[in-house]
Structure formats: structure tokens, C-alpha cells
């Protein structure tokens, strides 16, 4: 099984697309993880991107797409899971040209929506974990001990980008250049729209149903 997640900054892509792949044994490909690797580890991929992330902005077309192919190509899991890839029209473009030439398919295409005043909350508490990335929120999912990350013991930290101005220009990007990719997908096979403005628990429930329908 194949699938993308779609949606705004903080719509929860990240926590609930980490949950189904582990359950349903998919390959994560979290676009913006993949790239604060590179960024962490220098690579040329990596020092290109950094100054576009820091900013809010989008890495150029060229840089993600390469990297994601990769990923796609060396796959040994028994499907994947889109997180943050693609996030404009040019990139789902490119992505079935790939799919095309690697003879694969998408099998699911979910949007997931919140109202922006739920994104920008979400954003301003979150805390990842240096060590392991996994993600906490301040005030929905705090940590036992403060500071600490309770499945390792790791140091949770702010993103740079979850700064209350670099979230603003996020969001702006999102609307101008993620969202006409809903008109790209709605009338996809496999397409299917989620509200993930509940809590944790009951938009998983419902991002499984959507999945196995
Ligand atoms: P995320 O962790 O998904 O919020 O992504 C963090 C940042 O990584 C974004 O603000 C972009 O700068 C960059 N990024 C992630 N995915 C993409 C993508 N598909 N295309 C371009 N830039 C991306």
C-alpha cells in the first residue's frame, strides 16, 4: 500500500502518519525529516535547503524530488507513506512521472484540514526530540519530566521554524502554493478528506477507516 498525507503545518501529518506506518509496516518518508537530516549531517542537499527552512520557505522542486526518489527507489518495506511530499502542484507532477517510470501507484491520497487557529496552537507548543524526533506538545501532550523526552530520555527542542513569525509565512505558503494541490487530487481514485481537528485518538481511528476503506 502507497499512500499521501496531505495538509497544512500542524495539522498532525507527522505524529499520525508515523503511527500508521508503524502499524501497517509502510516505510515513513517524512519529507521535512528528511531534510533536517541532511541539513544535521551538511550534506550538498542539505546545505542548499537550509536557508529556505529557516525561512518558512519551500526547497526548490529539484533538490526534494531527487531526494524523495531515492527513498521511493530504495523502498524494502511493503509500501510507503507520503509526509510533507508534494507540497505544489510541480512536485505531484514530478512524483507521477517517477511512480510512471518505477512502475507504481498511489493507493490512498488523504487531505487532512483544521481550522488555522487549531494549526497555529498546535505549532507554537510543539517540542521534538533531538535524539529520536519524537514529537510532544506543551500543553496537549507534555512530557513526564519537563525537557525530556519520555521514550528515550533525549532533549526536546523548539524548531527553528515553529517561531510564531516563521509560522505565520509557513502558513502563507501552504495557501499559495500546497493548497491548489487538493484541486490536483479530489477527483483521484483514493482520494479522501479528513477532518483532523478532534483529538489524537479519534482523527487515528478515523485516518485508519479512510485507509483500509
Ligand atoms: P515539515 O517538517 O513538513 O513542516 O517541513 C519543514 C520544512 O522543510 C518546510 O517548511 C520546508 O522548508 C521544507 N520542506 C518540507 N517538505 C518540503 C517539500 N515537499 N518541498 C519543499 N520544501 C519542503
Keep these: 500500500m502507497n499512500l499521501i498525507l496531505f495538509g497544512p503545518p500542524g495539522v498532525g501529518k507527522g505524529t499520525q502518519g508515523e503511527k500508521l506506518a508503524s502499524e501497517y509496516g509502510l516505510s515513513h518518508l517524512a519529507m521535512g ?5 541532511a541539513v544535521r549531517d551538511e550534506t550538498e542537499a542539505g546545505v542548499q535547503a537550509k536557508q529556505f527552512m529557516d525561512a518558512g520557505q ?8 531527487a531526494m524523495i526518489e531515492e527513498r521511493i527507489v530504495g ?28 512502475g507504481l501507484s498511489i493507493d490512498r491520497i488523504v487531505f487532512m484540514d483544521a481550522p488555522e487557529e ?25 512530557p513526564l519530566k519537563s525537557g525530556c523526552c519520555d521514550r528515550c530520555g533525549g532533549e526536546l527542542y523548539q524548531r527553528d521554524d515553529d517561531r510564531e513569525d516563521v509560522i505565520s509565512h509557513r502558513l502563507e505558503v501552504y495557501r499559495e502554493q500546497t493548497a491548489p ?30 485507509v483500509i476503506r
Design 33 to 37: 525529516d528528511i531534510l533536517r537530516a
Design 118 to 142: 487549531n494549526l497555529l496552537k498546535r505549532l507554537c507548543g510543539r517540542m521534538i526530540c533531538r535524539a529520536c524526533g519524537f514529537g510532544f506538545h506543551r500543553q496537549y501532550s507534555p
Design 58 to 65: 519551500l526547497v526548490p522542486d529539484a533538490v526534494v524530488v
Design 181 to 210: 494541490l487538493l484541486d490536483f487530487y479530489r477527483h483521484q481514485d483514493g482520494f479522501f478528506r479528513l477532518d483532523a481537528s478532534g483529538e489524537m485518538d479519534a482523527v487515528y481511528a478515523a485516518l485508519k477507516e479512510a
Design 75 to 102: 523502498g524494502d518495506k511493503s509500501g510507503f507513506l507520503l509526509d510533507g511530499f508534494p507540497r505544489n502542484v510541480a512536485q505531484a507532477e514530478a512524483l507521477d512521472a517517477m511512480l510512471d517510470k518505477h
